[in-house]
């Protein structure tokens, strides 16, 4: 990596309020870490190349919850509820997937989302090498929770326990965090309560505790999939309480079926969510509490789930509906601004994930900028703050990003990948996605 200097008129560094610098820049050492942000006049001295950018740099985005390689099956059973549709297409399709697959879908969505300009993916899925190798050859970053799950065609794969037990001796051997600029966080990621045994589940919270490493699940994403569960416990939250597996750091999808207890115990155990509104309305799960869950002091950030239920990874989409539904469903077109939403794809996402050296522009935190393209009819006073949010969110979202770097190294190039040939991945999707649905 090599350390370099980004210029630009504007700077929003999505670390407090969202006002950005004027004429500003941000320095990013050969370690691929922020070390200057702030007006260019008050800048330090530097050596480093300088690269000038004509419209707005910020963050990368952080997607809080995906299962990118299914970018594969989009489109498959895109007319049924969460369970029919897991039932009766997702799981017959993912047990024709092999490793080459998931290679080819994780290319194809992770190209998709650093063209959006999201940096930083939470991925749930297996083959997790092979993910990972994906993610490395694209310079994205990840945080890697490879799945744990009982559920037909999956079997093949091993038990839960070797599930699990895998990524334990992964995390020992590698650490939670490795590659070039700490590209790849290790996690666990426990499917859900209703594809898992209580035992499976606590003993896998155990095992992230034990390490620090994130367990990440899917919890009360739609009404009848727990009901097992609810009869025992109450709800998934008090599962995952009565059984000793919150206290840790965990991260839990959806959380739609929930009661003003449920958010209680989350709040008590620091539980963070992941929100996922544009999966959530497709598959008629319901809406998330996000007003209640804020106010309650959890940590929130926005995920697009899988490219199959969505169908796309952009998570500006995913910030206007967050606020669409957030406004329906409370009556108050106050609800999550257009600054409170950025805030939950940016560093309320990281903060989600646990990590400070994410989604923010400041000082110690990895290079991961985007600069936006300010020459689009969306922004009618780039020079007003408030307008400024308001345009990126609503207006401009993922066609104005231009350019994108991971620790400081060009990934995107005037909307091109520069590190793989679209054009080859399309082809490989094609051909894959034919198969699968054989």
Same mark, same amino acid.
Not at 340 to 365: C, F, H, M, N, Q
């Given at each position: 990596?090599?350390?370099? $200097?980004?210029?630009?008129?504007?700077?929003?560094?999505?670390?407090?309020?969202?006002?950005?610098?004027?004429?500003?820049?941000?320095?990013? %050492?050969?370690?691929?870490?922020?070390?200057?942000?702030?007006?260019?006049?008050?800048?330090?001295?530097?050596?480093?190349?300088?690269?000038?950018?004509?419209?707005?740099?910020?963050?990368?985005?952080?997607?809080?919850?995906?299962?990118?390689?299914?970018?594969?099956?989009?489109?498959?059973? &895109? =007319?049924?509820?969460?369970?029919?549709?897991?039932?009766?297409?997702?799981?017959?399709?993912?047990?024709?997937?092999?490793?080459? =697959?998931?290679?080819?879908?994780?290319?194809?969505? *992770?190209?998709?989302?650093?063209? #959006?300009?999201?940096?930083?993916?939470?991925?749930?899925?297996?083959?997790?090498?092979?993910?990972?190798?994906?993610?490395?050859?694209?310079?994205?970053?990840?945080?890697?929770?490879? &799945?744990?799950?009982?559920?037909?065609?999956?079997?093949?794969?091993?038990?839960?326990?070797?599930? @699990? =037990?895998?990524?334990?001796?992964?995390?020992?051997?590698?650490?939670?965090?490795?590659?070039? /600029?700490?590209?790849?966080?290790?996690?666990?990621?426990?499917?859900?309560?209703?594809?898992?045994?209580?035992?499976?589940?606590?003993?896998?919270?155990?095992?992230?505790?034990? $390490?620090?490493?994130?367990?990440?699940?899917?919890?009360?994403?739609?009404?009848?999939?727990?009901?097992?569960?609810?009869?025992?416990?109450?709800?998934?939250?008090?599962?995952?309480?009565?059984?000793?597996?919150?206290? *840790?750091? +965990?991260?839990?999808?959806?959380?739609?079926?929930?009661?003003?207890? %449920?958010?209680?115990?989350?709040? $008590?155990?620091?539980?963070?969510?992941?929100?996922?509104?544009?999966?959530?309305? !497709?598959?008629?799960?319901?809406?998330?509490?996000?007003?209640?869950?804020?106010?309650?002091?959890?940590?929130?950030?926005?995920?697009?789930?899988?490219?199959?239920?969505?169908?796309?990874?952009?998570?500006?989409?995913?910030?206007?509906?967050?606020?669409?539904?957030?406004?329906?469903? /409370? /009556?108050?077109?106050?609800?999550?601004?257009?600054?409170? +939403?950025?805030?939950?794809?940016?560093?309320? *996402? #990281?903060?989600?994930?646990? @990590?400070?050296?994410?989604?923010?522009?400041?000082?110690?935190?990895?290079?991961?900028?985007?600069? +936006?393209?300010?020459?689009?009819?969306?922004?009618? =006073?780039?020079?007003?703050?408030?307008?400024?949010?308001?345009?990126?969110?609503?207006?401009?979202?993922?066609? #104005?990003?231009?350019?994108?770097? +991971?620790?400081?190294?060009?990934?995107?190039?005037?909307?091109?990948?520069?590190?793989?040939?679209?054009?080859?991945?399309?082809?490989?999707?094609?051909?894959?996605?034919?198969?699968? !649905? *054989?």
């Amino acid at each position: 990596m090599t350390a370099r $200097r980004l210029s630009a008129p504007l700077v929003l560094t999505c670390d407090g309020a969202p006002v950005p610098l004027q004429d500003a820049v941000v320095d990013v %050492d050969d370690a691929g870490r922020i070390t200057h942000v702030g007006p260019r006049a008050e800048a330090p001295a530097t050596d480093a190349p300088v690269t000038h950018c004509s419209g707005l740099l910020m963050p990368g985005l952080v997607n809080t919850h995906a299962h990118t390689p299914l970018a594969l099956l989009r489109g498959m059973g &895109g =007319d049924l509820p969460l369970m029919r549709w897991l039932t009766e297409v997702v799981w017959p399709a993912e047990a024709r997937l092999d490793a080459a =697959d998931v290679r080819t879908g994780m290319l194809a969505g *992770g190209t998709e989302m650093l063209r #959006a300009g999201v940096t930083t993916s939470t991925e749930m899925y297996f083959w997790a090498d092979t993910v990972v190798e994906a993610v490395l050859e694209l310079g994205s970053r990840v945080v890697m929770t490879p &799945g744990i799950i009982t559920a037909p065609g999956m079997d093949r794969l091993g038990t839960w326990e070797e599930m @699990r =037990d895998g990524i334990s001796r992964w995390i020992d051997a590698d650490g939670l965090r490795f590659g070039p /600029g700490e590209r790849v966080e290790l996690g666990y990621g426990a499917h859900s309560a209703y594809t898992l045994s209580a035992e499976a589940v606590a003993t896998t919270a155990a095992a992230a505790r034990e $390490r620090g490493a994130l367990l990440h699940i899917h919890v009360a994403e739609a009404a009848g999939e727990d009901d097992e569960v609810r009869a025992v416990y109450g709800s998934v939250p008090a599962m995952l309480e009565t059984t000793g597996s919150l206290g *840790g750091r +965990v991260l839990a999808a959806h959380s739609i079926q929930m009661s003003d207890q %449920d958010v209680e115990i989350f709040a $008590r155990h620091d539980v963070a969510v992941a929100h996922c509104p544009g999966s959530n309305a !497709k598959l008629a799960a319901g809406v998330a509490r996000v007003g209640e869950m804020l106010t309650a002091g959890l940590r929130v950030g926005l995920g697009t789930d899988s490219p199959a239920s969505n169908d796309d990874l952009d998570l500006w989409e995913e910030q206007r509906l967050a606020s669409l539904f957030a406004r329906q469903r /409370g /009556g108050d077109a106050t609800a999550l601004t257009a600054a409170d +939403v950025l805030a939950l794809a940016t560093a309320g *996402g #990281a903060d989600a994930l646990g @990590r400070d050296d994410l989604g923010r522009l400041r000082p110690g935190a990895w290079g991961d900028v985007v600069h +936006v393209d300010l020459d689009d009819p969306a922004f009618v =006073d780039p020079d007003d703050p408030a307008q400024l949010v308001s345009n990126l969110v609503w207006s401009a979202g993922s066609r #104005a990003v231009r350019d994108v770097w +991971v620790a400081g190294e060009p990934v995107v190039a005037d909307r091109i990948p520069v590190r793989v040939d679209p054009a080859e991945i399309l082809a490989a999707t094609r051909a894959a996605g034919r198969r699968i !649905k *054989g």
